[in-house]
């Protein structure tokens, strides 16, 4: 019963490179999040999704930032032109509905992005 | 707007003495609040939440904590730490009551355990 998958765990990308980071949530999850962890700091949330549809943008940056999460396949979060102050830990989690009182999400082990 | 304020970004207690992690929230409707711990280089995992019901909840490796609607606080306890009991621990409210959704995270307390 695998749990919320994220890859890569590590990933290196050189000033202006694109990133790609990848989500597979639980099996039955229909509902993903996307969190950002800067050093030193707790997680700040950056998008919501169901399945095709973004229900909460409102933690995404404005430009360069995209999420998809397509009705086959995991969700993606997509960094354009990365700068040096995009190097995070990008964490994932899932739930089957949205968080409420049965309810929790389970998160990936993350993507450490780091911007050289 | 919701927010969550933990106090103490470090926390150091000796083995077998009593854990308090302190957690504050602002929001204007009832809340869902946890408590999450997250080992290094790890993901998060839950250790306990507060939905409707007994205010006094208790999660796994013997940690409680306890919602206090009068003082809009959720602090995580345990009665004697164990060394693998170090980590970093995150409060957590959701904001939308009904609809559920994203958690709006604390800064984070980190606990060491000294032998």
């Known amino acids: 019963n695998a749990g919320v998958m994220q890859n890569p765990r590590h990933l290196v990308r050189r000033r202006g490179q694109e990133a790609r980071l990848r989500c597979s949530p639980m099996k039955g999850h229909s509902h993903v999040y996307w969190y950002r962890q800067l050093p030193e700091e707790g997680l700040k949330f950056m998008v919501y999704l169901q399945k095709e549809n973004i229900i909460d943008e409102s933690g995404m940056p404005k430009e360069r930032f995209s999420a998809e999460f397509p009705k086959e396949g995991p969700s993606i979060l997509r960094i354009q032109q990365v700068v040096r102050g995009d190097s995070a830990a990008y964490f994932c989690?899932?739930?089957?509905?949205?968080?409420?009182?049965?309810?929790?999400?389970?998160f990936g082990q993350g993507t450490r992005l780091t911007v050289v | 707007a919701q927010s969550v304020t933990q106090l103490g970004s470090h926390v150091s207690v000796s083995e077998g003495a009593l854990v308090l992690l302190r957690c504050n929230y602002s929001s204007s409707v009832p809340p869902y609040l946890f408590w999450y711990v997250q080992y290094p280089n790890q993901g998060l995992q839950l250790l306990l939440k507060?939905?409707?019901?007994?205010?006094l909840v208790k999660g796994i490796n013997g940690f409680e904590a306890e919602f206090k609607k009068s003082e809009t606080s959720f602090h995580l306890t345990k009665p004697s730490a164990h060394m693998s009991d170090a980590a970093e621990y995150f409060c957590a409210v959701t904001p939308n009551y009904n609809q559920g959704g994203k958690l709006i995270f604390g800064q984070g307390t980190e606990l060491s355990v000294k032998p």
């Open positions: 507060y939905t409707t019901g007994a205010t």
């Open positions: 989690a899932s739930s089957p509905v949205s968080i409420g009182v049965n309810t929790e999400a389970f």
